[in-house]
């Protein structure tokens, strides 16, 4: 019995051992960081960076055959009325729980022979086994059967110690190598490994490859890197953002493996879990950019629980892995400084080409206007909206948040932008996410991305 109590404490003392070494690995980083003269606000320093060129050629290729795997959306029902969305009802800030959107009225027809039904995912989310991890200690007693009590040679002896102090420095580093490994896996396994704020490795300015290649070999070149759909997670340790990337879409064949090849590396070196969804509206009728950009926000939230949302559009690719894709406590306008406009902010009020949101965010100002046919006009809108609720517009330095953009043909101007803009604060209630209608053409897995094909059907009383 004594003996039994006894490897029982000796269990426990082993196991705190591991949980103190644990906790001054998690401890140190942070101390150091505390005191590094090089932070964040130092890595986001106005620093002469030079941009390399705008575009190189691709060498890295390899093969994965395509697979496609067709999901759905499911029609909901009930009004989602931005009065419902007080801080009372909803939970937000930091675990923002949308679920609720989906017991809302938002007016959607599902083809049903292209479209599956399916239940409601929560993502692919990474949960820590429960793992009974043994630590073993091996005992060396270094004792002899025979004790001399006569003198020993005194250069012997000293000899003898410094051989064995330079032993224990040859075997230091080694050690304490397989120490930190011990703990990084130990960390992983059970889910306590956050990804560093700013990832470690970020380059500062990235040459952008605007060259064209086909979807099928980018497919086979990034495929296997990511999930299925284009969904991504870093596998070394656990992101404290999960974003979805919103991309409204027509007619861009050749933007849009352009705009793949560019956007996965630069996101994966960010270290974020995130998707991207390519919504696409029926070649019928004008372009309508906003009502998009709803769409993929309402369909998004049925398959993860998402805290951020990027819009983004196709022809704008980021020049600086320092813009961080996440949301701050503000909503932020995301390309900053564009080479077809000078790398000059046009005017303070923009919120264009790429901007980010919170879920909480999008939901207080009720999603983008569904009223915008035809170009420009939604996102100086939406600006308002945010103004409108209290929000104040974010932006990093114009030396960081730079884009190039892919040349493409105009599109045809909205004529009553304008007077729409300017009644707009009138409409805020009722024109977005609670007024939206569409019907679901398909939903599609792809390797890079998940794509969502919808009809629009404008409605001419509101054109």
């Known amino acids: ?23 001054l690995n998690l401890l140190g980083p942070r101390w150091d960081t505390k005191f590094e003269k090089h932070g964040f606000a130092a890595r986001l320093s106005s620093t002469a960076h030079y941009w390399p060129k705008r575009t190189h050629l691709h060498s890295e290729m390899t093969i994965q055959s395509n697979t496609n795997i067709n999901i759905s959306s499911t029609a909901t029902s009930a009004e989602l009325e931005p009065s419902n969305l007080s801080k009372d009802d909803v939970k937000y800030k930091k675990q923002p729980d949308v679920s609720f959107i989906l017991e809302k009225n938002i007016d959607i027809e599902s083809n049903s022979n292209n479209v599956s ?16 991890i043994a630590l073993t200690n091996s005992n060396h007693n270094n004792s002899s059967n025979d004790h001399k009590t006569n003198n ?50 970020l380059d500062g300015p990235i040459e952008v490859d605007t060259s064209y290649e086909t979807l099928e070999s980018v497919e086979k070149r990034l495929g296997p890197k990511l999930l299925p759909g284009g969904r991504y ?22 933007h849009l493996p352009i705009f793949l090849k560019n956007i996965h590396p630069f996101l994966m070196k960010q270290q974020i ?8 509206q029926t070649s019928n009728g004008q372009f309508n950019r906003a009502k998009l950009m709803n769409i993929g926000f309402v369909e998004a939230v049925k398959m993860y629980n998402w805290d951020c949302f990027v819009f983004h559009d196709v022809d704008l690719l980021p020049m600086d892995d320092r813009n961080l894709y996440t949301c701050p406590e503000q909503p932020r306008h995301m390309s900053v400084a564009v080479d077809t406009l000078g790398f000059k902010l046009p005017y303070n009020t923009i919120f264009g080409g790429v901007s980010a949101m919170t879920v909480e965010q999008f939901l207080a100002v009720n999603g983008f206007s569904n009223s915008f046919w035809g170009w420009g006009g939604e996102d100086d809108d939406m600006s308002n909206r945010l103004k409108h609720r209290g929000y104040h517009i974010s932006r990093y330095p114009v030396n960081i948040a730079r884009y190039t953009m892919l040349t493409h043909k105009k599109e045809k101007a909205n004529p009553r932008r304008y007077e729409k803009l300017q009644n ?40």
Request: charged share 20%; net charge positive; hydrophobic share 35%.
């Open 1 to 23: 019995m004594a003996s039994m109590l006894g490897q029982t404490q000796a269990i426990k003392a082993v196991f705190l051992v591991g949980f103190l070494l644990l906790l």
């Open 117 to 132: 039904n399916h239940n409601k995912s929560s993502g692919n989310k990474l949960y820590a086994n429960s793992t009974i």
């Open 152 to 201: 020993s040679d005194a250069k012997t002896s000293l000899n003898s110690t410094q051989t064995s102090i330079k032993s224990q420095k040859n075997v230091t580093p080694t050690k304490t190598k397989s120490r930190k490994e011990f703990i990084a896996a130990l960390m992983q396994q059970l889910g306590i490994n956050p990804c560093p704020m700013v990832p470690d490795d």
């Open 233 to 254: 997670h870093p596998k070394k340790c656990n992101s404290k953002h999960r974003v979805a990337i919103i991309v409204p879409y027509r007619d861009r064949e050749h």
């Open 273 to 280: 879990d995130y998707g991207l969804f390519i919504v696409e």
């Open 424 to 463: 707009g604060v009138k409409h805020f209630d009722n024109d977005g996410l609670n007024s939206l209608k569409y019907k679901v053409i398909e939903i599609k897995k792809t390797p890079l991305y998940i794509w969502i094909h919808v009809d629009v059907n404008q409605d001419q009383t509101t054109s």
